[in-house]
């Protein structure tokens, strides 16, 4: 399933970011205000589960949350949408992924990762700003998988039709979200019109 989150604020937010002039600070922020409003809509169906409690005035039967969230930012640029959604959901756990993309074959390259114990009992949400080729986003899946993920979730800010299709081949099983669905990726692979180098915007390394 594919589910472009449409809202005014995310679009106002993410037209900011895509602005050439917009510099690092607000890149960043931008960013971290978008992944929140992103986990609004994310969580809408998570599992629930019915539990009995004490109100002051009586017994009532209600809802809590299911299973654990663990959040898995790929390295760098998913890092920037951490804050946001854990400002949202505090309990989050975060795994880390390390991924960077080959300039010239654009194949992604593993250099680090580091899970909690009980991923495979929870809903496990990957986050990256960029869906371009999806092949990090696709490995980025592969590693959680093999750690035992079942319930698992793709949310990037900006994705490109390949991309999209790649996941849906490789993973059916992953519901993707996005905040907007571009035309094409260039052909250095980047997203167009996208944003540039997510990675380099957050974190001022150009
Ligand atoms: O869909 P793909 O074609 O794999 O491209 C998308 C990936 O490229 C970017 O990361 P990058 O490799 O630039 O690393 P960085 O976050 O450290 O800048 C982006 O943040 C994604 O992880
Ligand atoms: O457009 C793109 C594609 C991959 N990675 C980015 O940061 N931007
Ligand atoms: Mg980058």
Redesign the pocket.
Known sequence: MLKVLEHPLITHKLTQMRKVETKTKDFRENLDEIGGLMAYEITRNLPVKEVTIETPIQEMKTYELEKDIILVP?????LGMVDGISNLIPTVKVAHV?????EET?Q?HVYFEKYPPNIDDAVVMIV?????????????IDMVKKQGAKDIRLVCLVG?PE?VK?IEELHPDVDIYLAALDEK?NEK?YIVPGLG????R??G?K
């Open positions: 790929i390295l760098r640029a998913g390390g991924l960077y993309r080959d654009l992604p990256d700003p960029m869906l371009a080729t999806g092949g990090s986003a696709s490995a980025a490109a991309g790649v990726l692979g180098d997510a990675g380099d957050i974190f390394t």
